[in-house]
């Protein structure tokens, strides 16, 4: 049957139940009023019917109510009633409906509690903090980012870290108790959903952070979600200039630009990719930098601070060298936000000024004059000899080789080679955008002028996945090895997995020769360092950590940021180990100080050394970074010194716009083409 409309009958029974369950839909709240109700509407007619019944029970209608009220507070005195059978029936019943009741008000009370709880267990609700850093994201590096950020020294100690990420809360929690360890003096916070979404990061109360974080992930479209991230908080925060600093990371230069837009005047922003290309270019040929520029870059030691200058106002830079006990001057930051490394010895010390030192936290720099620990006589005055050519091999290819390669190609000297070994023909780079030849090189790829600057760089091809092939390779004309595991993601295996495996057949290549060959090696996961059978003059770089170290650091204080630029582009000055002879005389004994100063004579700052000792099976690898200026040591010519040095015999790149492109000129054989059009950094 219908309506005269045509609408099907609804019957009362049916419209009733609807409603009902309406009712029940809308919060466990009102399920338990329905069952307060129900449970009075029988409790309360039964027991006033068992009072009225009651031979024994008062006869005025106070006494009755009371009696009343009396029995239906009993709710579980299930048979206690005497009398008549309807009597007894009528006190079962009152029992078992009291009781049912009140089971299922325990279940519902449950219920909820557990539905709230699992609602806390998705990380969805609000983060009510001030002064916390937000990290956004989740990638290799956000267990080292918060690892060092629970280990910095305090004040610099964040109270709070609030993660948020599109991953389930529980996970993320398990994973960082796992990898940091319990936080003693800081909480950490985990929050679950899409860091794009501004509804979702308005959560965790981004304006009142006191830095925030974007870590890219590990997918394709990582730049791509960092940029909506950065939009999003942008959203959020609004397009003024009083938010909380932002860093970011991205793995393609062509996301930097827009990044830098997106993420605002106080936005900073990281190529990762090149960092790391940047790094391994730089271990080439410096063994031992990679422990170095681990030490720098974590926070269980010594690490870069802004000191005041006061003391050496209107003074020249050189004086600043040795007027510091405990911590090692590297550089100067002026009142305009410009950052001098490793400036010239005579440059003035403005008013305003602040010395970027090394020193083990901010309180601990102190001024002091260490001039009488100087001893002129184990100076050496020679200058150092310099590096002649380079053969390389690089086995191995990932989408950050392309930047290694040019990386190399900027920092070899003439006459230096670079071999690449692959598993299949490497893929031509992306052209310029603009469609217009590199600098100095028309359309051809011919260099307009003179001989191509840098190394040659020649392509091969080989099974690198079969033993026989890596045992088979001929290491006698090489001065060095990169080796560079393929993409995470690439296929089914760990991409640490095929490099342990070169690893260890190079190793075995060096047992069988008779000649260690120093290797710089890339590995993704910091946990396989440990295994990777390396000899003590090579160097293994952990992308994600070191990144992730680079962000802690920045994060921090993010006015040396432009250090670490410097630092790790080639270009200006960087971290290098120049034997110890170039210093003082081998087998004398001399103070640091004597080192500090024998290097500013040669326009360099020195932060510390290397024993030749340190290959023992010392934990730090004789690695020994802000020595006391007092410290005496004998040093000898297998010594290395750690200096913030600019290398003038490396060749000069041209300048480039930002948007330039960049590549190798490169020498074929076994019938590779060449490749150009690389983007730059």
């Known amino acids: 049957?219908?309506?005269?409309?045509?609408?099907?009958?609804?019957?009362?029974?049916?419209?009733?139940?609807?409603?009902?369950?309406?009712?029940?839909?809308?919060?466990?709240?009102?399920?338990?009023?329905?069952?307060?109700?129900?449970?009075?509407?029988?409790?309360?007619?039964?027991?006033?019917?068992?009072?009225?019944?009651?031979?024994?029970?008062?006869?005025?209608?106070?006494?009755?109510?009371?009696?009343?009220?009396?029995?239906?507070?009993?709710?579980?005195?299930?048979?206690?009633?005497?009398?008549?059978?309807?009597?007894?029936?009528?006190?079962?019943?009152?029992?078992?409906?009291?009781?049912?009741?009140?089971?299922?008000?325990?279940?519902?009370?449950?219920?909820?509690?557990?539905?709230?709880?699992?609602?806390?267990?998705?990380?969805?609700?609000?983060?009510?903090?001030?002064?916390?850093?937000?990290?956004?994201?989740?990638?290799?590096?956000?267990?080292?980012?918060?690892?060092?950020?629970?280990?910095?020294?305090?004040?610099?100690?964040?109270?709070?870290?609030v993660v948020l990420a599109d991953r389930d809360k529980a996970e993320m929690e398990q994973v960082l108790t796992a990898r940091v360890g319990p936080a003693v003096r800081t909480r950490i916070i985990c929050r679950s959903g899409p860091a794009s979404d501004p509804d979702v990061l308005a959560l965790v109360s981004p304006r009142a952070a006191s830095t925030v974080l974007v870590l890219p992930s590990t997918e394709p479209t990582a730049d791509a979600e960092v940029l909506r991230v950065l939009l999003a908080l942008r959203a959020v925060l609004g397009e003024g200039a009083d938010g909380p600093p932002v860093l970011a990371a991205v793995r393609d230069d062509r996301y930097r630009a827009p990044a830098r837009l997106a993420a605002g005047p106080r936005g900073t922003v990281l190529e990762t990719d090149l960092v790391t290309a940047r790094l391994i270019a730089q271990c080439v040929g410096r063994p031992g930098l990679s422990l170095v520029l681990r030490d720098l870059l974590d926070f269980a030691g010594d690490e870069f601070h802004l000191a005041d200058a006061t003391a050496f106002q209107d003074g020249p830079f050189g004086a600043t060298l040795l007027g510091h006990p405990n911590s090692c001057v590297v550089g100067l930051l002026t009142p305009d936000g410009r950052t001098l490394l490793n400036p010239p010895a005579d440059t003035v010390v403005g008013p305003g000024s602040r010395l970027i030192v090394l020193a083990h936290d901010d309180d601990s720099t102190r001024v002091g004059d260490c001039g009488h620990l100087v001893d002129d006589s184990v100076i050496v005055a020679a200058p150092s000899e310099r590096d002649g050519p380079t053969r390389l091999l690089l086995l191995g290819w990932n989408r950050r080789a392309p930047l290694v390669v040019r990386q190399l190609r900027r920092t070899a000297r003439p006459g230096s080679f670079v071999d690449v070994l692959t598993d299949s023909v490497v893929p031509g780079p992306r052209e310029p955008e603009s469609g217009k030849p590199e600098h100095g090189t028309p359309n051809d790829g011919t260099p307009e002028h003179g001989p191509p600057a840098g190394p040659v760089v020649r392509f091969r091809s080989a099974a690198l996945s079969r033993p026989e092939t890596l045992l088979g390779l001929d290491l006698g004309p090489y001065d060095g090895l990169v080796v560079l595991g393929p993409d995470g993601g690439a296929g089914p295996d760990h991409p640490d997995d095929w490099t342990l495996v070169t690893l260890l057949a190079l190793r075995l290549l060096e047992e069988r020769t008779g000649r260690e060959v120093r290797v710089v090696t890339e590995l993704i996961d910091d946990r396989n360092r440990p295994l990777a059978p390396v000899n003590t003059t090579s160097d293994v770089i952990v992308s994600g950590m070191l990144t992730g170290l680079l962000m802690a650091q920045i994060a921090q204080n993010r006015h040396l940021a432009p250090l670490f630029d410097e630092l790790f582009s080639g270009e200006g000055s960087d971290v290098c180990l120049r034997p110890a002879g170039t210093y003082v005389r081998p087998g004398a004994e001399a103070t640091f100080a004597t080192v500090v100063a024998a290097a500013r004579d040669r326009g360099e700052c020195a932060i510390g050394y290397r024993r030749h000792d340190g290959h023992t099976g010392r934990a730090d690898q004789g690695i020994r970074l802000n020595p006391s200026k007092g410290e005496r040591h004998v040093w000898s010519a297998e010594d290395h010194v750690v200096v913030v040095a600019r290398d003038r015999d490396l060749p000069t790149a041209p300048s480039e716009p930002a948007d330039a492109t960049d590549e190798a000129d490169v020498a074929t054989t076994a019938a590779v083409r060449p490749r150009h059009g690389q983007p730059a950094d």
């Open 1 to 161: 049957m219908g309506t005269a409309d045509g609408r099907p009958r609804v019957s009362l029974r049916e419209w009733a139940g609807y409603r009902f369950d309406r009712t029940l839909a809308r919060s466990t709240g009102t399920l338990m009023g329905w069952l307060v109700i129900t449970c009075l509407a029988i409790v309360v007619p039964v027991s006033t019917l068992l009072v009225w019944t009651d031979p024994g029970s008062p006869r005025s209608l106070s006494g009755r109510l009371t009696a009343a009220w009396r029995t239906s507070a009993e709710t579980l005195r299930l048979g206690a009633a005497s009398g008549t059978p309807l009597r007894l029936v009528l006190s079962a019943l009152l029992g078992l409906v009291a009781l049912l009741c009140v089971s299922t008000l325990v279940g519902v009370i449950t219920t909820g509690l557990a539905e709230r709880l699992a609602e806390l267990s998705r990380g969805r609700s609000t983060v009510l903090e001030q002064g916390h850093v937000l990290v956004l994201g989740w990638s290799d590096q956000v267990t080292t980012v918060v690892g060092e950020l629970v280990a910095a020294q305090a004040p610099r100690r964040p109270r709070v870290i």
